[in-house]
């Protein structure tokens, strides 16, 4: 199945229409966290306006709907009233819907979902999102790293907005840390020299790309969040946080978009999760063995299937000299790919899963193929079709 590129989301308050009156709403969204945070954001809507639903992330969704029942993708372009992530983050697309329903949308959410998606908050259409919290005084923006935890070497260590040398290893963190010796309560100069030590260790590791030092941009100058407002220290390290989840524990990701003020239980739930898949995704990194192919970096790595994206993408953005970055595992079968830019991904993986036997899908941006043994053919076939 082809995947249209273009931002074609239905005008907000047309699917509203839709949704207002529907008797039962299927959401299906992309593991992604941009998707994820869209999801959240309509089923709270759908809550408040007493509409049933059901929530559910799938790596390559499609729109079933029984009887009367609406069917919503997030995160792709597939059935009639979906809501893609091309063009502009479903996320903030799903927040302007929200808001036709006649809720007050939880702009956090929503500009959690833009960082996830590669966004800046108040661009790609987060604007209103962005207003709408700094009105409430939830964010303030502030010097400083992206993290989701007080304790900003843990949340160094297992960011995947980053890579440094000691990235998935928490005590050279905390000594690369130590070594400002920096207050206990940071101050705004605290920041400021931790922010310029991540820039500075992301730009000067050892493989890194010419790509690394615009690419640990949005991990830098952070929405900081009011300490009432969400669970998390910050924009990026709540998108990190639904990044991780969409892929790792989504049960816990959907609770945790749903969820109007989450308990310390599913808050760590959540940050352990994250924690776990991002110095998984670094540990593999650092394993890796790579090979540099006309458009492409190809690594083999030793990681779970619900890793290897964050993979790809971490390489993509930290170690990859070309625009594409793929990472395979033997031993599961599994390829992730990530590109900069839609360059037509998820058409190419589907096509390399057809010629070599097994399941492709993504978007213009991002895919993955799993098959039965030994991907090497899947490889083949997809470097060929990029």
Not at 13 to 25: H, I, R
Request: hydrophobic share 45%; net charge negative; aromatic share 2%.
């Amino acid at each position: 199945m082809t995947e249209t590129t273009a931002d074609s989301a239905p005008a907000p308050d047309a699917l509203a229409s839709v949704l207002a009156d529907a008797p039962f709403v299927r959401l299906v969204a992309t593991d992604d966290g941009d998707a994820l945070a869209a999801a959240g954001t309509l089923a709270r809507a759908l809550r408040e306006r007493a509409v049933p639903f059901q929530v559910r992330i799938a790596r390559d969704p499609v729109p079933e709907a029984a009887s009367d029942d609406v069917a919503v993708v997030l995160g792709v372009e597939r059935g009639p009233h979906a809501i893609p992530g091309a063009g502009r983050p479903a996320s903030t697309a799903a927040f302007a819907v929200a808001g036709e329903l006649g809720v007050e949308p939880d702009p956090l959410t929503a500009l959690a979902g833009a960082v996830a998606a590669g966004s800046v908050p108040g661009t790609d259409g987060s604007g209103e999102a962005l207003a709408a919290a700094e009105r409430a005084g939830a964010v303030s923006r502030r010097p400083g790293v992206a993290v989701p935890t007080v304790d900003v070497a843990d949340g160094i260590a297992a960011s995947t907005l980053l890579r440094t040398p000691y990235s998935g290893d928490v005590e050279a963190t905390r000594a690369a840390v130590a070594a400002l010796d920096l207050p206990t309560e940071l101050d705004e100069d605290a920041h400021r020299r931790l922010a310029s030590l991540v820039a500075v260790d992301v730009a000067a590791a050892e493989g890194a790309s010419a790509r690394s030092t615009s690419a640990v941009e949005r991990a830098l100058r952070p929405y900081a969040i009011a300490a009432d407002a969400a669970p998390f220290e910050t924009v990026g390290g709540y998108a990190d946080v639904l990044e991780a989840l969409a892929r790792e524990e989504p049960g816990t990701g959907v609770a945790l978009a749903l969820a109007t003020d989450p308990g310390d239980d599913l808050r760590t739930a959540a940050v352990d999760a994250w924690r776990s898949h991002g110095t998984a995704a670094h540990r593999a990194v650092d394993a890796a063995t790579t090979g540099r192919y006309d458009g492409c970096l190809v690594a083999r790595v030793d990681a779970s299937a619900s890793v290897l994206p964050t993979v790809a993408r971490i390489l993509r953005d930290f170690r990859s000299p070309e625009p594409v970055a793929i990472a395979l595992d033997e031993s599961s079968g599994t390829i992730a790919a990530a590109a900069t830019g839609d360059r037509g991904i998820g058409d190419a993986c589907r096509s390399a899963a057809r010629e070599a036997g097994g399941d492709g899908w993504g978007d213009g941006a991002r895919g993955g193929i799993a098959v039965d043994g030994d991907p090497t053919d899947a490889l083949a076939a997809l470097r060929g079709a990029l």
